[in-house]
């Protein structure tokens, strides 16, 4: 289907809130479900880039999809060069996406860098739904360039902790360290783990977790050639069967629960 782009803003340096106006889009989307993009008009790049959805939001009274993206190669840096007006052929959404568990109490999700997209959205749904639920927050990066859309949690009065590798904003270190401390001190049988991020933070939260048999889901990043599973060139190892077996990333995920993936 063909979109229109609504705005397509740099948030921080080399990252990007573009947002669409699509109504379909905007009501059949769930929280960690995502898109393919077309990023141009020609055969260079040929495949299409897959784009997890970040937010549901109204533009000027238009129903709108939000992404965030980094930009890191070809395909990202032409959209980053995407005008307000021009339209944009998608396709989607794609994909399984988060499973908020029933009467949930303590909601806490773990970020890293641009994986917070996906987290914005399911924070405000959980917040809307649900009754007495407490939201906490630990998002790192690189450096505070990399910590992106506090806004969005500290509207939802989410507790938030801050870490960055090189020390510019919160604590100096790993945001998993964090997560531990807080396992470690508060987490309780009340509480259920989201992720988003770079896999090596993703496999220590999930060990973290697996350790107090706390519930974690994740959500993967891989890369996509069609984003419905016929070509086979996102699959995960998971623990399914005597020897292990293979998931699509793109049609059984993004989103697993964390036992289920061979780290």
Known sequence: MFVTIVENNEISAGYFRLAIHSPELAENTKPGQF???????NYDPLLRRPMGIHKISNKDNNPCVELLYQV?????SMMSKMKKGQQVDVLGPFGNGFAIPQNIKIAVFVAGGVGIAPLAMLAEKMVKDATDLKTYLFIGGKSKNDVLCLDDFEKLNTKICIATENGSLGNQGLVTNSVSKFIDQKANGQASFFACGPYQMLKAVSELTAKKNIPCQVSLDRRMACGFGACLGCVVKVTQGNHGSYKNVCTDGPVFDANEICW
């Not at 898109?35 to 008009?41: N, S």
């Open 35 to 41: 898109i393919m993009m077309k990023v141009g008009d």
């Open 72 to 76: 890191v190669g070809k395909g990202t």
